[in-house]
C-alpha cells in the first residue's frame, strides 16, 4: 500500500505544447530525495563564490603615481605636517587595506554536486513548479512562437529555465532569447544554483531520461 502510494506520488503529467494533458511520467528516485537547506546554502554560495573573477585592485600609497617631494616645509606655514602627496589621508591617495586581486574558487567534490542537483530537482517537484512538456519545438525562430508556448504552459510572466536534451530544436534556442527571464539549458550543464533560480522548471521527457542516466551513473 505504501510502495503504491510513493508510486502515484511520483507521477507527473506530461503536456503537449498546446497546455493539454497528454500522458503521465513516472519520475527516478532523485525527485524525491532529502532535502537540506544547510547543505543547499553551501553549495550556492560556492557557486556564485566561484562566478567571482577576483580581479579587483586598488592602489597602495607605493602605487600611486604623486611626486615623492614634501608638500611644504615641516614648520612655519600653520598647516599639519605633511611628507608626501600619495598619503591614504589626502584626496587621490594611496588605499587603507583596498581590495587586492585573489581567487575566489571553492572546490565542490563530484558528490557534492550530484546530491545537490538532486536536493535542487526534489524541491522544485515537491513544491509544484516542475513542468514536463513533450517537446519545445517550434517551426519558425520567431519570439511570439515560444511566448504562446509559455502562455500555454502557463509560464509567462515567471523566470523559467527550458531544460532540454541535446537534441533540442535551433528554432527554439533564438525565440527565446529575446523573453526576459527566459533561459534554455542543456540539462547536461544545469546545476543546483539555476534549478532553485527558477520559477518554474519546463522539462522535456528526453531530459529526464538523460539527467537520470547522469545521477545513476
Do not use: C
Not at 553551501?42 to 563564490?49: D, P, Q
Not at 545537490?116 to 524541491?123: H, K
Request: proline fraction near 3%; hydrophobic fraction near 35%.
Amino acid at each position: 500500500m505504501q510502495d503504491q502510494k510513493r508510486e502515484d506520488e511520483m507521477e507527473i503529467v506530461v503536456y503537449n505544447s498546446k497546455g493539454q494533458e497528454k500522458d503521465k511520467l513516472e519520475l527516478p528516485d532523485f525527485f524525491n530525495v532529502e532535502i537540506s537547506s544547510v547543505f543547499l546554502h553551501e553549495i550556492i554560495t560556492a557557486y556564485l563564490s566561484n562566478q567571482r573573477s577576483g580581479t579587483h585592485k586598488t592602489k597602495t600609497r607605493g602605487e600611486v603615481s604623486f611626486s615623492g617631494a614634501k608638500p611644504w616645509r615641516q614648520k612655519g606655514t600653520g598647516n599639519a605636517r605633511a611628507g608626501q602627496r600619495n598619503s591614504p589621508l589626502w584626496r587621490k591617495g594611496g588605499i587603507i587595506f583596498g581590495p587586492q586581486p585573489r581567487d575566489y574558487y571553492i572546490k565542490m567534490s563530484k558528490q557534492k554536486k550530484k546530491l545537490s542537483l538532486n536536493m535542487a530537482l526534489s524541491a522544485q517537484f515537491k513544491n509544484g513548479n516542475i513542468i514536463v512538456v513533450e517537446s519545445v519545438s517550434i517551426d519558425a525562430p520567431k519570439t511570439k512562437k515560444a511566448v504562446e508556448l509559455m502562455r500555454n504552459l502557463r509560464v509567462d510572466g515567471k523566470k523559467v529555465i527550458f531544460a532540454v536534451s541535446k537534441d533540442n530544436d535551433i528554432n527554439f534556442k533564438f525565440a527565446v532569447k529575446n523573453i526576459e527571464n527566459a533561459v534554455l539549458k542543456n540539462i547536461e550543464n544545469i546545476n543546483a544554483y539555476e534549478v532553485l533560480w527558477a520559477d518554474k522548471l519546463v522539462i522535456t521527457p528526453d531530459a529526464i531520461d538523460m539527467i537520470n542516466k547522469r545521477q545513476s551513473a
